[in-house]
């Protein structure tokens, strides 16, 4: 078995097409395939199920990428070690970023970065489920580093460093007329638009409520800061966000008592050794905003 039949084999698995991963490992189709064939061959196993409308993961292969693609991880790491002794940064850096970064200059610390070290493909993903499916990535591997808001409930197995913080606010149309102060009492009588759960956002907003023994009325639950934004301003409910979160026009924010800090937090694995990459960029943001990447039992 040979490392490129395991790049072959990923690359494969994740287009579902030879047509696509020939094109995208930069190969011609009919040697993808003998590549395929020579890795089932040396496993004894059937990886892909051919049809006529493309590939498609058979069992074993299913078994098998975890591990393929763990492997291809830790032979770029070395290649990144060997790299950085020689004073080269190079690889890829998988970074988790949070749907409101407001609070930080993301980009001028990206841009630093590539200036710094222009071998390093920066991967920024999106977060689909929020800060806190942003943490379990981190934890299992699957990002090197992230951007998120992290509670310290769910810290174990990360580094954190605290960037910045906010308060929340309670997010309503300017046509609404409330004081500027606000109680978390004040509220039991409203409808709420609220991100779902399982969201960093989500979970800290039901922690006060429920700590004032408050229960409220959610009337609907969206994945996405400026669709809750706009609902809001159209009068459908009211929402409990960070402040630097409104951008919409036709919003207005109040304070309420008793709701919790918000912020960004750079987060990394206490559990894994930074690649090059992830290490250089935590130097440049924890020099930037004169922070240390703590762990979770400091």
Avoid at 97 to 119: V, W
Avoid at 194 to 208: C, I, K, M, N, Y
Avoid at 210 to 231: F, M, P, Y
Wanted: with cysteine; proline share 4%.
């Amino acid at each position: 078995m040979e490392l490129r039949h395991l790049e072959h084999f990923v690359a494969l698995a994740e287009e579902s097409s030879f047509t696509r991963a020939a094109a995208r490992l930069n190969l011609v189709q009919s040697a993808l395939s003998v590549s395929i064939r020579n890795l089932e061959k040396d496993l004894e196993a059937t990886l892909f199920d051919r049809t006529s409308r493309g590939v498609r993961l058979a069992a074993a292969g299913e078994a098998l990428l975890p591990a393929a693609r763990r492997v291809l991880r830790e032979v770029a790491t070395v290649r990144e070690e060997v790299d950085a002794v020689r004073g080269v940064v190079r690889g890829r850096l998988r970074i988790g970023i949070m749907q409101s970064l407001a609070l930080i200059d993301a980009g001028r610390m990206f841009a630093a970065f590539h200036q710094a070290h222009p071998g390093v493909v920066i991967e920024p993903q999106p977060a689909h489920g929020g800060s806190v499916a942003l943490a379990e990535h981190v934890r299992h591997g699957e990002l090197d580093l992230a951007f998120a808001w992290q509670p310290e409930a769910s810290a174990r197995g990360l580094r954190v460093a605290e960037l910045a913080t906010e308060p929340f606010v309670l997010v309503v149309p300017t046509s609404r007329r409330l004081p500027r102060r606000l109680e978390l009492a004040d509220l039991s009588d409203e409808a709420f638009v609220e991100f779902p759960e399982g969201w960093g956002a989500r979970t800290l907003s039901d922690q006060a409520f429920r700590n004032a023994g408050i229960q409220r009325r959610i009337v609907v639950e969206v994945a996405d800061i400026l669709t809750c934004a706009e609902l809001v301003r159209a009068g459908f409910g009211v929402a409990i966000m960070p402040k630097s979160m409104i951008r919409s026009r036709g919003l207005t924010w109040r304070t309420v008592s008793g709701l919790p800090q918000w912020g960004v937090s750079l987060i990394a694995s206490s559990d894994r050794h930074l690649t090059a990459a992830a290490a250089a960029f935590v130097d440049l943001v924890c020099t930037t905003f004169d922070v240390v990447l703590a762990t979770d039992d400091e």
